[in-house]
């Protein structure tokens, strides 16, 4: 029957190893044709030629037209691979690395982690017989600091360049001098010898074992030449062309049909709303496609998804055959892959993206694009210390880009959830993000390459210096850097070899000395996921009673602390009598009753066990600190201090830092929880009573 084998189609693509010999060859088959088809199959050989001519390539092609897919395929071929050199592509989202992956090795006929394979933080899918390799941006600078020369690469490519992210443009800066370096055929002994006291210092720490084959690895090391190759989905060429003295560019051209541009008359108090009635519009009154809907984050994309299911019952019976599938960064990869199955027959696709879908991802079948022109970013006032994720209109460019998404298999039409005038006002693209970000983890992480002057380093654009100047100061009230801006030993060194934010490092080696290592590693776990509580609309008040449970009148992060163990427990309990997997859907459930995200927990548990294991190899002690908490406050006030408010006598909240007047959360547990009713005995000091550290990303200022 019908419904069966939509579910057999859907599984097998998934699991494609288990399919009978007839299918398997079949899909080989369609995936061969679909690989030719793609524009930038035509240009195979010049793309190749153009690789072996320069060592420095940017390459500009519309999104969709094969890069990212196809290019690392054609090096392979091309033997770039050769002497167990490796293919190493850099992506500034992880969802791409992973789904990109997977895709290659489908495409190349091999199992992932094998030829074709992946690394994000504290995720790692290779092996020693990978050639192709998709990355993080941030990954590959981590990499630069057990292997200052790249060298197990013979080719990098830093995908989606006109993103512009921090990781990007400071991996763009290190690629230059590592190539120069590589291109004179053997390490620079001088240069050697600064990273060995450097790097040496940094790996001691770590782990003895690796200090020496690292090192074996440098030292006098024949290095052989290194292709940077650039790739951008923006036109504009010129600013990674003149940072690299002029480097050569190339076209690849891309196919794109006509897309009708649709604008609102007025202004949209509500754009999710908005959205959801234009998906219903769509799906009631144009023919058939895909619907592809641009949102800012996992919670507006699941509460779109709820409306949809609520609403549709109303549609008469044959109107029912729609389709939802979200993608953001936190959902789980196997759910991630399934946006790109093909709608069963008859069904319409809509897609609930965040601004992954823009360029980094493509997803087939899409004719319709619903974007409401907000896009999430992080920003950073430097004046104050504050890093807000906070909710801005799109550019220009990136408007494009979306609507462009309408239109590659034939004409489109794409729905601007505003007017037309607005369009006008928006600027032409947007803001690199080392102009507007927090620069602490890229300070630290320089350092500990040996780059020790930050401000002469050649980005690509120069981040603000008061922007510098301020990051520098929270690494150096953070004991991360000595009197002379070094980077201090053991703090400072210990710092840059976590793979955290320079306060939750902070954080982690405090507590080992105070003994709650074992407490601060759940916390920092838990801080390091999306919203580890949901609360839907509809069960606002049950979700409150749920969480009553585990608030602690202490605050967020011991509501935190108590929520792991309590799972933590019933999952050793439950593994006790039931099988690995039970145990697990059995968590899962558990999750539900008490309105936690099950995803964002799992996520938490394994970052946990990453760091934990990060903290051991660096010889950190993990110790608990029992039933007292103050130790653990304690460690928490000494690294979040730049999070420290004042409560004033008129009710309100003052940050220590800045002096300006915040608000607690509504997310927060002391939100509902008056914090002036907590238990006071372990405070101490009276006119402490009222200081709370909140979690970073709790800000709320009054304007
Ligand atoms: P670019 O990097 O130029 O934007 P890509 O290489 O990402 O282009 O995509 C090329 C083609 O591969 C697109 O047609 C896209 O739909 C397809 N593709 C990419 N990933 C997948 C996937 N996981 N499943 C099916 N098709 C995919
Ligand atoms: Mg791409």
Same mark, same amino acid.
């Given at each position: 029957?019908?419904?069966?084998?939509?579910?057999?189609?859907?599984?097998?693509?998934?699991?494609?190893?288990?399919?009978?010999?007839?299918?398997?060859?079949?899909?080989?088959?369609?995936?061969?044709?679909?690989?030719?088809?793609?524009?930038?199959?035509?240009?195979?050989?010049?793309?190749?030629?153009?690789?072996?001519?320069?060592?420095?390539?940017?390459?500009?092609?519309?999104?969709?037209?094969?890069?990212?897919?196809?290019?690392?395929?054609?090096?392979?071929?091309?033997?770039?691979?050769?002497?167990?050199?490796?293919?190493?592509?850099?992506?500034?989202?992880?969802?791409?690395?992973?789904?990109?992956?997977?895709?290659?090795?489908?495409?190349?006929?091999?199992?992932?982690?094998?030829?074709?394979?992946?690394?994000?933080?504290?995720?790692?899918?290779?092996?020693?017989?990978?050639?192709?390799?998709?990355?993080?941006?941030?990954?590959?600078?981590?990499?630069?600091?057990?292997?200052?020369?790249?060298?197990?690469?013979?080719?990098?490519?830093?995908?989606?360049? &006109? *993103? $512009?992210?921090?990781?990007?443009?400071?991996?763009?800066?290190? #690629?230059? %001098?590592?190539?120069?370096?590589? =291109?004179?055929?053997?390490?620079?002994?001088?240069?050697?010898?600064?990273?060995?006291?450097?790097?040496?210092?940094?790996?001691?720490?770590?782990?003895?074992?690796?200090?020496?084959?690292?090192?074996?690895?440098?030292?006098?090391?024949?290095?052989?030449?290194?292709?940077?190759?650039?790739?951008?989905?923006?036109?504009?060429?010129?600013?990674?062309?003149?940072?690299?003295?002029?480097?050569?560019?190339?076209?690849?051209?891309?196919?794109?049909?006509?897309?009708?541009?649709?604008?609102?008359?007025?202004?949209?108090?509500?754009?999710?709303?908005?959205?959801?009635?234009?998906?219903?519009?769509?799906?009631?009154?144009?023919?058939?496609?895909?619907?592809?809907?641009?949102?800012?984050?996992?919670?507006?994309?699941?509460?779109?998804?709820?409306?949809? &299911? *609520? $609403?549709?019952?109303?549609?008469?019976?044959?109107?029912?055959? #729609?389709? %939802?599938?979200?993608?953001?960064? =936190?959902?789980?990869?196997?759910?991630?892959?399934?946006?790109?199955?093909?709608?069963?027959?008859?069904?319409?696709?809509?897609?609930?993206?965040?601004?992954?879908?823009?360029?980094?991802?493509?997803?087939?079948?899409?004719?319709?694009?619903?974007?409401?022109?907000?896009?999430?970013?992080?920003?950073?006032?430097?004046?104050?210390?504050?890093?807000?994720?906070?909710?801005?209109?799109?550019?220009?460019?990136?408007?494009?880009?979306?609507?462009?998404?309408?239109?590659?298999?034939?004409?489109?039409?794409?729905?601007?959830?505003?007017?037309?005038?607005?369009?006008?006002?928006?600027?032409?693209?947007?803001?690199?993000?080392?102009?507007?970000?927090?620069?602490?983890?890229?300070?630290?992480?320089?350092?500990?390459?040996?780059?020790?002057?930050?401000?002469?380093?050649?980005?690509?654009?120069?981040?603000?210096?008061?922007?510098?100047?301020?990051?520098?100061?929270?690494?150096?009230?953070?004991?991360?850097?000595?009197?002379?801006?070094?980077?201090?030993?053991?703090?400072?060194?210990?710092?840059?070899?976590?793979?955290?934010?320079?306060?939750?490092?902070?954080?982690?080696?405090?507590?080992?000395?105070?003994?709650?290592?074992?407490?601060?590693?759940?916390?920092?776990?838990?801080?390091?996921?999306?919203?580890?509580?949901?609360?839907?609309?509809?069960?606002?008040?049950?979700?409150?009673?749920?969480?009553?449970?585990?608030?602690?009148?202490?605050?967020?992060?011991?509501?935190?602390?108590?929520?792991?163990?309590?799972?933590?427990?019933?999952?050793?309990?439950?593994?006790?009598?039931?099988?690995?997997?039970?145990?697990?859907?059995?968590?899962?459930?558990?999750?539900?009753?008490?309105?936690?995200?099950?995803?964002?927990?799992?996520?938490?548990?394994?970052?946990?066990?990453?760091?934990?294991?990060?903290?051991?190899?660096?010889?950190?002690?993990?110790?608990?600190?029992?039933?007292?908490?103050?130790?653990?406050?304690?460690?928490?006030?000494?690294?979040?201090?730049?999070?420290?408010?004042?409560?004033?006598?008129?009710?309100?909240?003052?940050?220590?830092?800045?002096?300006?007047?915040?608000?607690?959360?509504?997310?927060?547990?002391?939100?509902?929880?008056?914090?002036?009713?907590?238990?006071?005995?372990?405070?101490?000091?009276?006119?402490?009573?009222?200081?709370?550290?909140?979690?970073?990303?709790?800000?709320?200022?009054?304007?």
């Amino acid at each position: 029957d019908s419904g069966n084998s939509t579910q057999s189609r859907h599984n097998s693509n998934i699991n494609q190893l288990n399919r009978p010999k007839a299918e398997h060859f079949a899909r080989r088959q369609n995936i061969e044709q679909q690989r030719k088809s793609l524009p930038i199959a035509a240009a195979e050989k010049l793309l190749l030629e153009e690789v072996r001519n320069n060592d420095t390539l940017i390459i500009v092609g519309e999104t969709g037209s094969g890069k990212t897919t196809q290019l690392p395929q054609y090096l392979n071929n091309g033997g770039f691979c050769r002497d167990g050199g490796i293919i190493g592509i850099t992506q500034p989202r992880r969802v791409a690395a992973v789904t990109v992956a997977k895709r290659v090795a489908e495409e190349c006929g091999v199992a992932l982690g094998q030829k074709v394979g992946y690394a994000i933080r504290f995720e790692d899918v290779t092996s020693s017989s990978t050639r192709i390799k998709y990355m993080t941006d941030g990954l590959l600078l981590r990499e630069a600091l057990l292997d200052s020369y790249l060298s197990k690469y013979s080719v990098i490519i830093v995908d989606e360049a &006109h *993103e $512009r992210t921090v990781h990007t443009d400071v991996l763009l800066g290190l #690629l230059k %001098t590592v190539q120069k370096t590589r =291109s004179k055929g053997v390490s620079d002994a001088a240069d050697i010898d600064h990273r060995e006291v450097k790097n040496g210092m940094l790996l001691e720490k770590h782990n003895g074992s690796e200090v020496a084959s690292t090192m074996k690895h440098c030292r006098g090391k024949k290095l052989s030449p290194l292709k940077i190759i650039i790739m951008s989905a923006s036109l504009d060429a010129r600013v990674f062309s003149e940072y690299f003295g002029g480097a050569r560019a190339v076209h690849v051209l891309g196919r794109q049909y006509p897309v009708d541009i649709l604008y609102t008359r007025q202004p949209e108090t509500d754009y999710v709303d908005a959205a959801l009635i234009t998906i219903f519009q769509i799906h009631i009154e144009e023919g058939p496609g895909d619907i592809l809907v641009f949102l800012t984050g996992q919670e507006e994309i699941e509460s779109v998804e709820r409306l949809v &299911h *609520e $609403r549709l019952p109303q549609l008469s019976e044959s109107k029912r055959k #729609l389709l %939802t599938f979200p993608i953001f960064s =936190s959902l789980p990869s196997e759910k991630q892959m399934k946006v790109f199955l093909p709608a069963p027959i008859g069904f319409r696709k809509v897609i609930l993206a965040t601004n992954i879908a823009e360029t980094s991802v493509t997803i087939p079948g899409i004719k319709y694009v619903i974007d409401p022109g907000m896009v999430k970013v992080r920003t950073y006032e430097a004046s104050t210390g504050i890093e807000p994720l906070i909710v801005v209109k799109t550019s220009k460019a990136q408007a494009l880009q979306r609507s462009g998404r309408a239109g590659r298999e034939g004409p489109g039409k794409c729905y601007r959830l505003y007017p037309e005038s607005e369009f006008d006002k928006l600027k032409d693209s947007t803001t690199p993000e080392i102009k507007r970000c927090n620069l602490s983890n890229v300070i630290l992480h320089l350092k500990a390459l040996g780059i020790d002057d930050i401000i002469g380093f050649d980005f690509i654009e120069q981040p603000d210096r008061i922007s510098i100047v301020k990051s520098m100061e929270l690494l150096f009230l953070l004991g991360a850097l000595t009197d002379e801006s070094k980077l201090s030993d053991p703090v400072g060194q210990k710092m840059a070899r976590l793979p955290l934010d320079p306060i939750y490092s902070k954080a982690l080696i405090i507590a080992s000395e105070f003994n709650c290592l074992e407490e601060m590693l759940i916390v920092v776990a838990m801080l390091s996921v999306e919203s580890i509580f949901y609360a839907p609309r509809e069960k606002l008040e049950e979700s409150r009673n749920a969480l009553k449970s585990f608030s602690s009148p202490e605050g967020d992060h011991l509501t935190f602390l108590k929520v792991y163990r309590a799972s933590d427990e019933f999952l050793q309990k439950s593994n006790l009598v039931n099988s690995k997997e039970k145990a697990e859907k059995n968590l899962r459930k558990w999750c539900k009753e008490n309105f936690i995200n099950s995803r964002s927990l799992k996520h938490a548990r394994d970052i946990h066990s990453q760091i934990r294991r990060n903290a051991e190899q660096m010889g950190l002690l993990v110790t608990s600190c029992g039933d007292d908490m103050l130790p653990f406050r304690r460690c928490l006030a000494a690294s979040f201090f730049l999070n420290a408010a004042l409560k004033q006598p008129d009710g309100t909240y003052r940050a220590l830092s800045s002096g300006l007047t915040v608000q607690i959360h509504p997310s927060s547990v002391l939100f509902r929880m008056k914090p002036e009713n907590s238990n006071r005995s372990s405070m101490g000091a009276k006119r402490r009573e009222h200081m709370h550290i909140f979690a970073p990303y709790r800000w709320g200022t009054c304007s």
